[in-house]
Nanobody, 124 residues
Framework: QVQLVESGGGLVQAGGSLRLSCAAS????????MAWFRQAPGKEREFVAA????????AYADSVKGRFTISGDNAKNTVYLQMNSLKPEDTAVYYC?????????????????WGQGTQVTVSS
């Protein structure tokens, strides 16, 4: 059974940075895609970034390109989301998700495993 545990959320001023972590356990992740989604109050869950566990391919939402970076540490079974130049509109609950088999997909329904989420609040 796949388990995903996010951490690293918090309150930051606009222009600041945060790094989210997603610790994965329960299986071998070499043939999976890991992704970050976010959901703001009253809005649908939206794709943020994804990475194939091999690290060879990544994908980003247009709204975060150039500001956010997704990466993985195979030895630690952990995926990170480095968020720089944060804006108030980045405020949301951020979720880590896992898709089996591998495939950079932006649709939440394609991901079978989810973490509990971590709150990111960016003040203006």
């Amino acid at each position: 059974q796949v388990q995903l545990v996010e951490s690293g959320g918090g309150l930051v001023q606009a222009g600041g940075s945060l790094r989210l972590s997603c610790a994965a356990s329960g299986r071998t992740f070499s043939s999976t895609t890991m992704a970050w989604f976010r959901q703001a109050p009253g809005k649908e869950r939206e794709f943020v970034a994804a990475i194939n566990w091999s690290g060879e391919s990544t994908a980003y939402a247009d709204s975060v390109k150039g500001r956010f970076t997704i990466s993985g540490d195979n030895a630690k079974n952990t995926v990170y989301l480095q968020m720089n130049s944060l804006k108030p509109e980045d405020t949301a609950v951020y979720y880590c998700a896992c898709k089996i088999p591998v495939g950079l997909v932006v649709v939440p329904g394609s991901y079978g495993y989810w973490g509990q989420g971590t709150q990111v609040t960016v003040s203006s």
